[in-house]
Nanobody, 124 residues
Framework: QPHFVESGGALVQPGESLNVSCAAS????????VRWFRQAPGKEREGVSC????????TYKDFVKGRFTISRDNAKNTVYLQMNDLKPEDTAVYYC?????????????????WGQGTPVTVSS
């Protein structure tokens, strides 16, 4: 079953940085766009950032714009999310999923490859 394996989550203090990654397992990443999602306790899962197949289109939600950077390394079958200036409201489990292109109009149910996620906690 194709899925992502997320890693890199940790407990950090506000203002610190963290780099989380998701490695593709059972499929070749180079044919898909990838979106990072997050789900905070008691809240719905929400999209955070997306990277197109060739890496030429990057999208970010307003609440992470300027602080987070998405990137991909197709040779390593991995997508990264560099998170800077972390805030307590960034606390969530972070997930990757794939689709064919980056668009806010793609329903979350259309995404595939969900993994277990990696927990990020921002607290002093």
């Amino acid at each position: 079953q194709p899925h992502f394996v997320e890693s890199g989550g940790a407990l950090v203090q506000p203002g610190e940085s963290l780099n989380v990654s998701c490695a593709a397992s059972g499929f070749t990443l180079q044919y898909y766009a990838v979106r990072w999602f997050r789900q905070a306790p008691g809240k719905e899962r929400e999209g955070v950032s997306c990277i197109s197949i060739d890496g030429g289109k990057l999208t970010y939600k307003d609440f992470v714009k300027g602080r987070f950077t998405i990137s991909r390394d197709n040779a390593k079958n991995t997508v990264y999310l560099q998170m800077n200036d972390l805030k307590p409201e960034d606390t969530a489990v972070y997930y990757c999923a794939y689709t064919y292109y980056c668009s806010d109009f793609i329903a979350i149910t259309e995404y595939k490859g969900w993994g277990q996620g990696t927990p990020v906690t921002v607290s002093s």
